[in-house]
């Protein structure tokens, strides 16, 4: 099951529902809504594209139990995802706190090194997004340790790299190619999604996962297995992920549950 | 030395809702192709893929292209990059890989509920 990473959320309902076709159009089966205020979350969850009640699910769970979150209005499974562009380290604190709660994945993007170490130092951060070349240039290897110990996805953008032309185009490549040099595919937790941005610019730059994983495979050289894991598996990873935590599924740290037997059966 | 063998690739080019009508004629897509490809991988690339249509649906859009097996991630890639047609917004989608044209053209059938083209033997 392919999802796209990151498309952006829209007050107007036809513009989404365009954004939300064209997505399914292109080979993807779910996506992750981006949004970035409190407003636009609730105004999501109003929206009929997300279940408001909980979807009651079958154990053991899979990646077929996500399609209990498909709702009537549109053919894509939907999650939500904020992204938080904290301007420091205690605004990030807060932040966190203050989504930790409530349904959707936590994703943090920022061009700061010092928020870029709390975010990956933190548990309650789901994705370090990094959507355009600026962001880049301030990851460490000390970063990218904390990153592979917490478990944290690292989410790119390919609308970039359509976007750009030229020796801009070159040097975002030699910056993908430096990066999996220093964090290696197949030890870190990447997501290669279309990246879908709310700029103008980027308005008509969809592209399916097929695309995607022949540009990785073709330009990067990147093994085909590691590029299915970034395109595929992890995307599948996080969206488990928000379906357990979506259940109540984890009840202390290191505590899940795997398995829940009705009464009827028990008897 | 590897064996080459052919591929034939079935795509469909997706336009926006409010594009403005245009025919788009193989000889359009083939060029945009070469450039693409040229740009990414350059000449040698280029000449080996052995670019050829093999059928083309201008009403619906729909088209197979083949390929050598070696340079079909390269040609998919390079169809990624191709973002406008004549200044008109496309996405280029590739749907499915096959060996044979007859395979291509049942998943043809199958996608789109449509009947393929007879081949042109211009």
């Not at chain 1, 993908?176 to 197949?186: I, N």
């Not at chain 1, 941005?197 to 495979?217: C, D, F, Q, Y």
């Not at chain 1, 395109?231 to 996080?238: A, N």
Request: glycine share 4%; proline share 4%.
């Amino acid at each position: 099951m392919y999802f796209n990473s990151c498309i952006p959320w829209d007050a107007d309902e036809n513009k989404f529902r365009n954004l939300v076709d064209l997505t399914f159009k292109c080979g993807y089966q779910g996506a992750f809504v981006d949004f970035s205020t409190d407003k636009e979350y609730r105004a999501f969850l109003d929206s009929g594209y997300f279940s408001k009640k909980r979807p009651r699910l079958t154990f053991p769970l899979s990646i077929n139990s996500i399609t209990h979150y498909r709702s009537e209005l549109s053919p894509l499974i939907v999650f939500p995802r904020i992204t938080l562009e904290p301007k420091n380290a205690h605004v990030l604190k807060s932040d966190l706190a203050k989504w930790v709660g409530r349904r959707c994945i936590i994703a943090v993007q920022s061009t700061d090194k010092t928020i870029l170490e709390v975010a990956a130092r933190d548990g309650r951060v789901d994705m370090i997004s990094l959507p355009s070349m600026g962001y880049f240039k301030d990851l460490s290897k000390g970063i990218y340790s904390l990153i592979k110990q917490n478990r944290i996805y690292i989410d790119l953008h390919f609308g970039e790299l359509l976007t750009s032309y030229g020796n801009k185009r070159t040097r975002l490549l030699r910056n993908y190619f430096k990066m999996f040099k220093q964090a290696k595919p197949f030890s870190h937790r990447y997501i290669f999604g279309s990246g879908h941005t709310r700029s103008e610019k980027h308005l008509w730059s969809l592209s399916g996962p097929r695309e995607i994983s022949a540009v990785l495979t073709s330009l990067l050289g990147l093994p085909e297995k590691h590029v299915k894991m970034m395109v595929r598996d992890h995307t599948e990873q996080l969206a488990l992920l928000f379906l357990k935590r979506d259940q109540h599924l984890f009840i202390e740290p290191g505590i899940e549950i795997v398995d829940r037997k009705d009464k009827e059966e028990k008897e | 030395m590897k064996n080459i063998r052919q591929r034939y690739i079935l795509f469909e080019i997706i336009l926006p809702p409010k594009a403005p009508a245009m025919e788009i004629s193989q000889e359009l897509i083939m060029k945009a192709l070469w450039d693409s490809l040229f740009t990414l991988f350059g000449q040698k690339k280029t000449f080996n893929a052995g670019l050829w249509m093999i059928r083309w649906d201008s009403m619906h859009r729909i088209g197979i292209i083949r390929v050598d097996n070696v340079s079909k991630l390269e040609l998919i890639a390079s169809m990624a990059f191709i973002r406008k047609l004549e200044g008109v917004p496309v996405i280029f989608h590739s749907r499915k890989t096959s060996g044979t044209v007859k395979k291509t053209l049942k998943r043809w059938r199958e996608f789109f509920k449509t009947e393929p083209p007879k081949r042109d033997f211009k």
